[in-house]
């Protein structure tokens, strides 16, 4: 039988990996799908093809099908998120005349204390700090804006947009400070350089949700088999990708020249979590830096859909109830239950709840006996109470 | 912290008051320091079909085009011209993009789909405030079938609130065309890039088979058309195969 062809954008970051993933191993054959990959430059860009019928499903920050179900972007036909792509992923890196400075007065660069690092970076800071994220939109901006809040810093940080190829060259310009990037963005500008990594996003938030599989509402409902293949397959990719030893092969798999064409030891490090955090070459161990599968790490919780929704309404002024209803009903969760059952995914038996309450990975009650959902708490204690269930 | 610097302004249901303030108001916080760019003429709205509603509907519009290249910025620009006296400009720098943007108050800004800075501007369109001129995505227009096209070309183009479709069209059709130009000369170029890639492959396969079976070009040449209509493969492909086999046996 020909495989059905399906045009998937992405942008080259190593989350991009259960996308190629199901194009180069088979995964995406096995469901009757021919993917054709195509590499993306901005995430303006992944919107707008989507939004114009150039490509079935994107690789998106969770964020901005959020934002677009609130009206924050441009008139285009609803676009749904079916699943999560990843969780974590992310890294805090300061300038290297920032890092000495926090080093002078103490600071041990563990990669693993969100508050001793951001106690640390206010001491050290400037008066006004400027921070770097890919987009308005993103899992990055939050993480910051979540962490530098907590640290009491006493003025507001310049948060500014800077395409994840150029932050390193942002920083040694001066124009950022510090930046939250996916990988291999932040090893990147380790290697450069001009920066030291000082915390992965998951020291800031357990699980932070990071990237999804976005799809228009109108293809969804005309091709429903189609939707489901292609769940199936890219959700079988993140089940290999969580199995420790695949990841070497996966780095060398993202570094071809077709995909994020980088040395496959820098695609590694993120992948791997094995991370060089300054350029004289200290590493730290950080184990579950990055997750494609494991405890139930792809489940679009709506709760999340409205965590994101209250977060972007009060900071653009809008009603955050009104947010949280309508970007809600944009993250899929009934898809998901439709169409990955049958292949063995475990299911939650509600599809909202309390955020950031788990501190450790947890053995709970399924739709079917039990499952592990991973640890979500966030590094203050946090936790977040969706107002609606559904 | 992070507070809403201003009110977003392309939000769909924002539509309801159009600003049609000549300028862009500036867009970033350094150029707001100077407060020389404020425009504030929001509460200066001349009523339709007054003389000063048509001037401003009439005046040159500014227009961006962010291009690294300029070998590709130039014919977008000629192109621009081709329909009518406006002030175009180039950017070609990949960092200060927010404040040329607020240095030079462009009604439209065009760029390529796929440019990084595209979100950068994302954020500047949704930056300014009331008293600020907005800047929209082309893609909020009503013209779907125009906006299908953009981006079937690989452009996309950010305009400020308030300006006439009818403004608007003309420099998209334009800067659509040439951004064609540019795909075919891309594809045409991939071509023969490959063509010229073959060729060689096929002087190679001969070659070995000239040496190996002790025949003139024009023999081989046969040897491997029959071969490949045999296989039902091109010959480039046939060729390809032969080299790679050559290659392997040759070494010990």
């Known amino acids: 039988m020909p495989l059905t062809p399906v045009r998937l954008g992405y942008v080259p970051l190593i989350d991009a990996a259960p996308l190629i993933v199901a194009a ?32 079935e499903a994107a690789h998106m920050l969770v964020p ?28 805090v890196a300061v300038s ?17 204390d969100a508050r001793k690092a951001g106690e640390a970076l206010r001491r050290a800071a400037p008066e006004r700090l400027h921070v770097g994220v890919p987009f308005h939109f993103s899992t990055q901006l939050e993480l910051m804006q979540h962490w530098l ?94 199995e420790r030893e695949n990841r070497d092969t996966a780095a060398e798999i993202l570094s071809r020249r077709e995909y994020l064409d980088l040395p496959a030891e820098l695609a590694e490090r993120g992948l791997t979590g094995r991370l060089q955090v300054t350029p004289s070459g200290e590493i730290r161990h950080v184990p579950g830096f990055v997750a494609f599968h494991a405890g139930a790490a792809t489940f679009p919780w709506k709760s999340l859909a409205a965590l994101f929704a209250q977060r972007i309404a009060r900071r653009y002024g809008l009603q955050p109830d009104a ?48 499952m592990i959902l991973r640890a979500d708490a966030f590094f203050d204690g946090t936790v977040f109470e969706p107002p609606f269930a559904d | 912290m992070f507070a809403p610097r201003r009110n977003p302004c392309f939000a769909r249901d924002a539509g309801g008051g159009r600003n049609i303030c000549p300028v862009l108001a500036q867009m970033t916080d350094g150029a707001r320091g100077k407060g020389a760019m404020r425009c504030g003429c929001a509460a200066k709205l001349a009523p339709a079909g007054t003389k000063e509603s048509r001037n401003q509907m009439d005046k040159r519009l500014s227009i961006v085009v962010i291009e690294p290249d300029p070998e590709r910025a130039a014919p977008i620009v000629d192109g621009l011209r081709e329909i009518g006296d406006h002030d175009i400009r180039i950017i070609s720098e990949e960092t200060g993009l927010a404040r040329h943007i607020a240095e030079f108050r462009p009604d439209i800004v065009l760029i390529d789909l796929a440019n990084p800075s595209r979100d950068v501007l994302e954020e500047l369109a949704l930056a300014s405030g009331p008293t600020e001129r907005p800047v929209a995505m082309f ?23 308030g300006l006439r479709p009818d403004r608007i069209k003309p420099i998209l059709d334009a800067a659509i065309a040439r951004f064609h130009m540019f795909q075919r000369m891309r594809a045409e170029l991939a071509a023969t890039r490959a063509a010229l890639e073959e060729r060689k492959v096929i002087d190679r396969a001969k070659a070995v088979l000239m040496k190996a079976r002790g025949i003139d070009e024009e023999a081989a040449y046969a040897l491997l058309r029959k071969t490949a209509m045999d296989q039902g493969k091109r010959v480039a492909e046939i060729a390809q195969q032969l080299v790679l086999a050559a290659g392997l046996l040759s070494c010990r």
């Not at chain 1, 291999?184 to 999804?212: F, H, M, N, Q």
């Open chain 1, 96 to 112: 290297a005349a920032l890092a000495a400075r926090m080093r002078d007065l103490g600071h041990d660069f563990d990669f693993r």
């Open chain 2, 139 to 161: 893609v909020d227009r009503s013209d779907e079938h125009l906006t299908r096209a953009a981006v079937e070309a690989g452009i996309s183009a950010y305009v400020v609130d």
């Open chain 1, 64 to 91: 901005m099908p959020v934002a677009q179900a609130m009206g924050l972007g441009p008139a285009l036909p609803d676009l749904d998120l079916v699943m999560f792509l990843s969780q974590g992923g992310q890294a």
């Open chain 1, 323 to 370: 947010a949280m209803r309508r970007a809600m009903a944009h993250f899929r969760t009934d898809l998901y239950r439709q169409h990955l059952r049958a292949a063995g995914a475990a299911l939650p038996g509600a599809s909202a709840r309390l955020e950031g309450a788990l501190t450790e990975d947890r053995e709970v009650g399924a739709e079917k006996g039990q």
């Open chain 1, 24 to 55: 180069e191993l088979g995964f995406a054959a096995e469901e009757g799908l021919e993917f054709s990959l195509l590499r993306l430059g901005a995430w303006a860009q992944a919107r707008d093809m989507l939004g114009a019928g150039l490509i």
């Open chain 1, 149 to 242: 809040g907590v640290c009491g810093f006493d003025a507001a940080p310049e948060v500014v947009t800077v395409p994840p190829p150029l932050m390193a060259e942002s920083m040694a310009a001066g124009e950022v400070d510090a930046f939250c990037v996916g990988e291999p963005w932040a090893s990147s500008a380790v290697d450069r350089g001009v920066a030291a990594l000082l915390l992965p996003g998951t020291a800031v938030w357990a699980s932070p949700p990071e990237k999804g599989l976005v799809l228009r509402r109108d293809f969804i409902a005309a091709e429903p088999e189609m939707t489901g293949a292609l769940m199936r397959a890219i959700w079988r990719a993140g089940r290999w990708l969580d």
